[in-house]
């Protein structure tokens, strides 16, 4: 008998100019706290298209950080206080649409960012998420990481008030982005797809946005590839990552996550190149467990085999690929936490912090 969930309380627009089409439908309150990192907001034409139909009153927190901490977030929120504010609308990338996830329960709840991962009490602001990257699908998952220094991590807390209302995916706001950036997202976004089709809380309806995002992804390979990004392939990016954001906000993300986090907390591996670092490994593990979903990855892809998933990876990443200085004590010390956390129990079979040190010096060795 199966027996799932599916919840999905985010309306999702997705096409050309849909922000502009909100126009009088955008602002989900009287005063809006506007929340970007330094340049993509702009950069992007995102925040232009916002402020050329917002009739409201808002003001701009454009100081989010890459991989935002607790305290970061704590500053957006005592401007969302200090301003009265009473929603957020948030451009960005992963790490501005976390951080305003943050600030939206911060600017309502008396906590210190590090309590929000014992829960809260009020819910957070409503926040309409507007992505400038394809690969977070942040816009549309109950997610939020933030970059916890007392734990030397990154580490995602979550809530269903976290949801965004409303997301609106405009591909033309990714087409600024350099192939490295597309590629290093595009990654993540395969990561959250794969991971959710293969996590041992997977269900017939997760398995629904994970099958589409991955057939999807595929046809974007050959733009990937030659950095030849037409339109069409943004927008296929774009629709795999959102797709993706609808998959793991039903099933989380497994251990490929959890073996990332310490290659961008201690090493700068941006987060989507450090899941990349992972993927066959991931596949030739999941290969033991259930290799007729494996399968159905590598077919919706294109690739004939797991060799050849392997090559792909490397060859999308290797611009901008660098050696990681670390030692055996460390790679341990990461598998060690690695295996404790949830991401490591969302996986099938459990891996053990022998497999996954294993997994870590295969790879980054
Ligand atoms: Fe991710």
Known sequence: MREFTFFLPTKIVFGRDVVRKA???LPLGKKALIVTG?????????????????????????????????E??????ELAKKENCDYIIAIGGGSPLDAAKAMAVLAVNDKRPIELYQGWEHRALPIAAIPTTAGTGSEVTPYAVLTIHEEETKKGLGGPDLFPAVAYLDPKYTASL???????????ALSHLVEGYLSNRATSASDL???????????????????ELTMEARED?????MLGGVTIAQTGTTFVHALGYPLTYFHGYPHGRANGVFMASYLEYN?????????????????????AFR???????AEGAYQIEVSEEQIRAYAEKAAKTRNAAYSRGTPSADELTKILKDNIL
Not at 39 to 68: C, T
Not at 72 to 77: D, R, Y
Not at 178 to 188: L, W
């Open 23 to 25: 126009g009088e439908g």
């Open 38 to 70: 330094r340049s993509s907001a702009r950069k992007s034409g995102a925040l232009d298209d916002v402020l050329s139909v917002l009739k409201g009153e808002y003001v701009i927190f454009d100081r989010v950080e890459n991989n935002p901490t607790g």
């Open 72 to 77: 970061n977030c704590l500053e957006g929120a």
């Open 178 to 188: 350099s192939r490295e950036v597309t590629v290093d997202t595009a990654v993540d």
């Open 209 to 227: 946005t994970a099958l589409q995002g991955i057939a999807v992804w595929g046809t974007a390979i050959e733009a990937l590839r030659t950095g």
């Open 237 to 241: 990016l774009l629709l795999a990552s």
């Open 287 to 307: 290969h033991g467990y259930a290799p007729e979903r494996v399968d159905t990855v590598l077919e919706l892809l294109g690739l004939p085999s797991l060799e």
């Open 311 to 317: 090559e792909l990876m490397d060859e999308l990443l």
